[in-house]
Each structure stands twice: as C-alpha cells, then as structure tokens.
C-alpha cells in the first residue's frame, strides 16, 4: 500500500497526522509512506526526525497584505505543479489530509489525478482548507459531532473521535514523587500550552500569588516560547508549586494529576477524555473561528469538563472550581460518567478502516 499524508503548521495537526501514519504501520506490511508539508514549519524537523520520507512545499496562509497574498497564489500554483507530479510519480493508493494550508494543493492535485483522497478535521469548527476540500474528498472524518453539518456538500461525513484518543490510554503514568510533588498530596496541572500564552499566565498571576493554593500541590508549565527565570519572578514562590517551561511526557503527567487546568486544542481534550481526569478549560480566544471556545463547548454541554472563558478568569473563580473536584468525589463522578461516551471507540482504528475500504473500493 501506498500513503500520502499531508498536514503542517502546528502540532494540533501534525500528532494526529503521525498518530495515523503508526496504525498504518502496525496494519500493513508493505507500506510506503510519503508525508507533505510545508518548508518553514515545525513538521520540517519532527517528521524527518520519525525517519518518515518527506516533500516539502513552499506556501503561506493567507493574510491581509495585498501584495504577501499575490505572492502567495503564485506559490500555491507552483506547489499544485509539483505536487501532481509526485502523485504521477509515487502513484499512492489514497491521501490524507489532517488540516493545514500546505494540504490544499495536495489535496487538489489528488483530485485531478483521480486518486481517493480522505480529510480528519481536529475541531469542532473546520479549518478553511478541510472546509474548502471537504466537496471533492471522498470520506470527511470528524472529532466532534457537532461538526457534520458544516460538511454538508462532502460525499461521506462520519463521526471517528480524536487520534489522540487511543494513545492517552497506552501511556506510562509518570511518578509524581520522582518530580518533587508529594505522593499523599494531590496536584493539579496547569498547562498554558505547548507554546505557552502570554494573556494567560497574566490571568493566573493573582491566583499563584494568592494563598488559595495552599492545601495541593501545582506544576505549572509556561510555555516554550515564554522566559521561565521572568515568568517566576513575578509570582509566589510557594514551595507547594513548581514552575517548568515544557513537559516531553505530558500525558504521563496528566495520568498521575488530580485536576487538569488546559487550554482547548482538540488533542489535550482527548487525552483528558481518555485519562477520565476532571478539568477545568479556559479556551484561547486567539484562534481560527475561536474554535478552542467551541472544542471546549460542545464537552462542556455534555457534562464532561468545566469550562471558563478567560475574560471571565479570576483566582476566586478558579479556585472555587478547583475546590470542587478536589474535594467531591460525587462531582468527579459525574464528569468521569459522562466522559464514557468518548471513551468507547478506537479512532485510529476507524479511521484505518475507513481509509482500506475506501481503497478497496477503488480497486
């Protein structure tokens, strides 16, 4: 069997993208794999790095510069050039989109080569390209129910789940003692994100310099792109709570967490869904279509989170929720009995299924 994957831009959907090739991996014997993307983001570096064969592509999203835009059509055309030459060339048996602009010339030029082309869109609100895309791929696949009616020209929508969903639940749950923390204490975790949020941990500064904190432990983790030395001096140094810029392991953590404080990327929901961990939620309003709010809405009006909007942030708020999982077992309970609809299905597994018998059809 022959592969195309293409996804790029950030990790929300790159991991997905990798969490799919690996099923393909495990299924198939003779696989060749051939992954897209784009020249000048993260999966450059991370794709290579998983000794997967790589094509890149020089385009940009598109902005309010004029001029920027113009250029940027024209390198569009040109990565629809090449890559109808790579499918004449490395002829795959179907591609697969998992968001990202760099995925339209891609999925364009598997259009015109007549070849079966399959979309996953992370969020419940679809990205322009899986939007745009959607009419002409033969099998749109979605984490959120609510998502299916946005899709309403695709031939074939179904509801898969998170790829993220399948690994959380195989993860080495971290020991909490091994970094520091108490083992008869619990701790919650703070994650800003991968990159970290500026406006956020503005927000948290008055909860982490109050003494609201005192009876659990915290890790606190900034962000890569924030100056950790700069981002502690400006709060409590409190010996219940420790600050780091990154985690490799995070879902090990989360596993050996009591509470789970995120922002809403599709990926991090799902873990938190299958590690069954209460949550509180405070989508970024600095997003596409402000599809955090929305990710983050839909687990919410199911019973399976506590959501809060970060203009609505404040440490008496958080810490009044906080309060309230650490301290109910009826209320954690309730969430963990909701989650279990998220829980039950296999996403890698569908959507490898799905993909097999769209090319057996084909066939």
């Known amino acids: 069997m022959k592969i ?11 991991y997905p993208a990798l969490k799919i090739i ?9 696989l060749s794999i051939l992954y897209i993307g784009t020249h000048n983001r993260m999966e450059k570096d991370i794709i290579p790095k998983a000794n997967i064969p790589y094509e890149s592509l020089e385009v940009y999203g598109f902005t309010k510069d004029i001029k920027r835009d113009i250029k940027n059509i024209s390198l569009i055309k040109k990565a629809y050039r090449k890559c109808l030459k790579i499918m004449q060339e490395f ?6 989109g998992v968001g990202g602009y760099v995925t339209y010339p891609v999925l364009k030029a598997a259009r015109k ?9 992370q969020n419940s609100r679809p990205g322009k390209v899986n939007y745009l895309t959607s009419k002409y791929a033969d099998i749109v696949g979605v984490t959120f129910e609510s998502s299916i009616p946005y899709f309403k020209k695709a031939k074939k929508v179904v509801y898969t789940g998170h790829p993220s969903l399948d690994s959380a639940r195989m993860v080495n749950q971290i020991d909490k003692t091994t970094l520091g923390f108490a083992k008869n204490k619990k701790l919650v975790l ?8 500026a406006s956020l941990n503005q927000k948290m500064q008055n909860f982490l310099n109050s003494n609201l904190h005192d009876n659990y432990e915290i890790l606190y983790i900034v962000g890569n792109n924030v100056n950790l030395e700069e981002f502690t001096s400006s709060v409590s140094q409190s010996k219940n709570v420790k600050y780091v810029s990154y985690m490799d392991n995070l879902p090990g953590i989360m596993a050996s967490s009591d509470l789970i404080i995120s922002r809403a990327g599709a990926g991090v929901l799902f873990e938190i869904l299958a590690l069954g961990k209460p949550s509180i939620i405070i989508p970024s309003p600095n997003v596409a279509n402000n599809h955090q709010y929305y990710n983050a809405l839909e687990l919410k009006n199911n019973g399976c989170i506590s959501l809060i909007e970060e203009k609505d942030l404040t440490a008496q708020k958080l810490s009044a929720e906080i309060d309230k999982y650490l301290n109910s077992k009826a209320e954690v309970f309730e969430l963990q ?24 059809s084909s066939n």
């Open 4 to 14: 195309i994957v293409s996804a790029g831009g950030s990790g929300g959907h790159i």
């Open 22 to 30: 690996e099923e393909f991996k495990r299924q198939e014997k003779n």
């Open 91 to 96: 002829k795959p048996d179907v591609v697969i």
């Open 337 to 360: 009995k909701n989650m279990i609809k998220y829980q039950t299905s296999s996403p890698v597994k569908e959507i490898y299924k799905l993909i097999k018998d769209l090319i057996k």
């Open 113 to 121: 080569c007549h070849i079966k082309t399959f979309i996953h869109e």
């Open 190 to 197: 703070c994650v800003a994100g991968s990159l970290g949020s």
